[in-house]
């Protein structure tokens, strides 16, 4: 089978942020790492628009339409803002995901180890296969 | 009073849905930022809290083409938010409770419900002020009056409240079909069940098994009319006449489930947890 890598990518764009490069890798650094690439696997997959991975210390971005970065990023802090505050009011305990389906699209919300991740998908997209792929 | 009504019916059904799944332990529905309906366990407090938080998300919601449903799903337990005909309902389950059955039985009975309501009082408020007290004891007196004034016109319009006295053309048009003196004939009670598997060596395969307290109703229903077969309808329009008899597993009675043969599965293309509407057949 030949795969169109090309046209995945043409309109992404990748932000990397990492203000503490010459640092030791802790823990953290490890988890992001590997939730990186787990997530550029995914991001290959038919149906997913892109992704916001954040960080204490970085943030990898890769989202189909890259002017509107700042709309999603602002979205996603919100979404898992407002989970929280509705988790603790009725005692949920730790938020494991929170899935936002719109009209157009969906996105899954995780937070794992203090690392946000926020995957923008088709509606019809497979959120449950993503969600086993990226949980601990 | 119509959103007495509305408060009332939603109330009733959110608790219901408690009854049939105890793995609920809140939920409430809500409207452009004010509260429809709640049961009696979740303080207004946390609504106002959820609500807020809810629109905080919906003001940012556009990148995704606006929101429609929220599911969070927590260690202990999930808060699922979907939109429904407008309004928000909000469930909070254990972590043990079945999603699929929980959006199953919300998804369908709340728009039912709200379907039916709009029916019978087909002019909302526009404003989407609701109150969730019981409706007042006079409410029905005040039907009367409206009903007697729309069959006779030229009854003095004096003893009606000032808000009813002057309907406009389109309300009157509205409320005109309501009013229909058609009496209403007897129907077969249609009734929404979950699909359950049957098989088995000795399980006839043109036979479903129906919930004995629903067969108890059809039966307090008709008298001595038997029944002995039901028309079964899926939601997508399919349908079958089959024979049924009571469930026999004991643990199934009450929890609105109907257990259906393979071969009538395939026919009606639905499978276990979906629903199908069952009527009885009076002959």
Redesign the interface.
């Known amino acids: 089978m030949v795969k169109k890598k090309h046209s995945l990518h043409e309109t992404s764009t990748t932000v990397i942020v990492d203000d503490e490069a010459d640092v030791t890798p802790n823990e953290e650094d490890k988890v992001f790492t590997n939730l990186s690439q787990t997530l550029a696997e995914i991001r290959k997959e038919t149906g997913v628009i892109g992704y916001i991975l954040r960080s204490n210390t970085s943030a990898t971005i890769d989202l189909k339409e890259p002017e509107k970065i700042v709309e999603y990023a602002l979205f996603s802090s919100q979404v898992l803002d407002s989970s929280r505050e509705i988790s603790e009011l009725f005692k949920l305990d730790a938020i494991e995901s929170v899935l936002i389906e719109g009209k157009e699209t969906k996105a899954l919300c995780m937070d794992i180890d203090g690392i946000k991740i926020s995957i923008f998908m088709e509606r019809n997209a497979d959120h449950t296969d993503i969600l086993k792929r990226v949980s601990p | 009073m119509n959103n007495e009504v509305y408060s009332f019916a939603l109330k009733s059904t959110l608790q219901e849905i408690q009854n049939i799944c105890p793995d609920v ?2 939920s409430f529905i809500f409207k452009d930022g004010k509260i429809l309906a709640k049961d009696e366990t979740t303080p207004e407090k ?1 609504i106002d ?2 609500i807020d ?2 629109d ?2 919906t ?21 699922n938010i979907a939109c429904m005909n407008d309004f928000y309902l909000t469930t ?1 389950s254990s972590k043990e409770a079945d999603e699929k059955y929980v959006n199953t039985l919300t998804r369908i009975l709340i728009p039912i419900v709200i379907r039916l309501i709009e029916k019978i009082h087909p002019a909302l408020p526009e404003d989407g002020t609701f109150t969730t007290v019981e409706p007042e004891p006079v409410e029905p007196v005040e039907d009367e009056v409206v009903e007697e004034v729309a069959e006779t016109t030229e009854e003095s319009e004096s003893n009606m409240p000032a808000e009813e006295t002057a309907p406009t053309e389109d309300e009157e048009e509205q409320f005109a079909p309501e009013v229909d003196p058609e009496p209403l004939l007897p129907e077969a009670p249609v009734t929404q069940l979950i699909v359950e598997n049957l098989g088995g060596l000795l399980v006839p395969s043109d036979t479903v098994r129906i919930d004995t307290e629903v067969i108890a109703q059809w039966n307090d229903l008709y008298g001595d009319k038997k029944l002995h077969e039901v028309n079964l309808e899926t939601l997508s329009g399919k349908t079958t006449r089959c024979k049924f008899k009571p469930i026999k597993n004991s643990k199934q009675t009450g929890k609105g489930v109907i257990g259906i043969p393979e071969k009538i599965q395939l026919t009606l293309e639905t499978s276990k947890g979906e629903l199908v509407m069952v009527k009885p057949i009076v002959e």
Do not use: C, P, Y
């Open positions: 332990s809140n946390d809290h959820t938080a809810f905080s998300i003001e940012k919601a556009d990148i995704i083409g606006g929101l429609e449903a929220v599911t969070i799903q927590g260690a202990n337990g999930r808060v909070v």
